[in-house]
């Protein structure tokens, strides 16, 4: 069946849907595709007038757009109290992208569907930022470059490579890079692009804040990877730091154990009681930084039992740090 050829109530219907499109559509166009004069044309939105609709009709003569108000859309979305509260601690997780267009970007989109909040639970909904919080960690600061931020995004949305140069963790000169965006990531507060090396033709975690230059190619594209998968990027990791999985094996005491069995750490993870309370936890994952310095944190409430390269750089770690408070009534100045 045409459009044409549908009957008075079926035209109705399809009008309605036609003019809720994004810019709405010409006058001309309704009359010829539902085969209408302008006195009849007038007769329908007259009818969805008096429905209470709010139509827009702008422009003269068969030119004119008619449209509906975009208000009037939003306003038939009623969002639950559950979807409400979903929205607002969301957002309270982003605090860390203040000041950038994200932030701005999530805020609008919250304030735009205030209306569809329902009567019913508007009340319940005040004071939501005393009754829900998010504590904030030790975030990354971006507001000093948003235009850098703006220029990743626009890669990853285009598939455009870029040219970039990024400061290594450890300081020195930093490396020029022709990368294939593909996944913008948070960490810890903090955000990481996953980009394809092109000269190494490999996958690579960058933070964001590290990049001393990031343009992109408008007028180049590359094709987005099929079986690219950005979780098995991290898959091996623990946090956002990717390399060869270990077996890795750690002894913690009865004064944290409630703390280590209480927490998801990876995938892998096994954790066996021990006779004193205590429980040994076993895991799968890649030694990085992040691993470093979780097990450097629990200081003697863990000993960390394999594999023989990690126990060496965590002994490390414990005898430098005790180093600085050698018993000689001052820190120790260290030379690396």
């Known amino acids: 069946m045409t459009d044409d050829s549908l009957n008075k109530s079926q035209k109705f219907v399809r009008i309605f849907e036609i003019v809720q499109r994004r810019g709405g559509v ?6 010829e595709r539902f085969d209408l004069d302008a006195r009849t ?4 939105l007259s009818d969805l007038k008096d429905l209470g609709l709010p139509m827009r009709d702008e422009g003269v003569g068969a030119d004119r757009i008619l449209s509906l108000d975009p208000a009037y859309a939003r306003s038939g979305v009623q969002l639950t109290l559950a979807e409400v509260l979903s929205l607002h ?8 992208l203040d000041g950038t267009s994200f932030a701005a970007d999530i805020e609008g989109a919250i304030e735009r569907l205030q209306p569809a909040i329902a009567r019913s639970t508007s009340d319940l909904t005040r004071d939501l930022d005393r009754k829900f919080m998010a504590v904030p960690e030790h975030a990354k600061d971006y507001r000093s470059d948003p235009d850098k931020l703006d220029e990743i995004v626009s890669a990853l949305l285009y598939s455009n490579p870029a040219d970039a140069e990024y400061r290594p963790a450890r300081g020195g000169f930093g490396k020029v890079y022709r990368l294939e965006p593909l996944t913008l990531a948070t960490y810890r507060q903090g955000l990481y692009l996953f980009a394809r090396d092109t000269q190494e033709d490999k996958v690579k975690s960058f933070a964001v804040e590290r990049f001393e230059r990031f343009a992109r190619l408008r007028r180049e594209k590359f094709e987005y990877p099929t ?15 990717s390399g060869p999985p270990e077996d890795i094996v750690a002894r913690f005491t009865p004064d944290v154990a409630l703390f280590v069995r209480e927490r998801h750490w990876h995938p892998t993870q096994r954790i066996e009681p021990l006779p004193d309370g ?23 409430q863990v000993r960390v039992e394999a594999p023989p390269g990690l126990v060496a750089q965590v002994r490390e770690a414990h005898r430098a740090a005790a180093a600085l408070y050698a018993d000689d009534g001052g820190p120790v100045e260290q030379v690396c």
């Open 227 to 241: 079986g690219y998968d950005p979780h098995a990027v991290v898959a091996d990791s623990f946090g956002i730091t």
């Open 26 to 31: 010409s006058a001309q166009d309704l009359m």
């Open 278 to 300: 205590g429980v040994r936890l076993r895991m799968r994952v890649s030694v990085g930084p992040e691993l470093r310095e979780w097990l450097v944190g629990f200081g003697p």
């Open 89 to 96: 601690f969301g957002r309270t997780l982003f605090t860390f």
């Open 41 to 44: 044309l007038r007769r329908y």
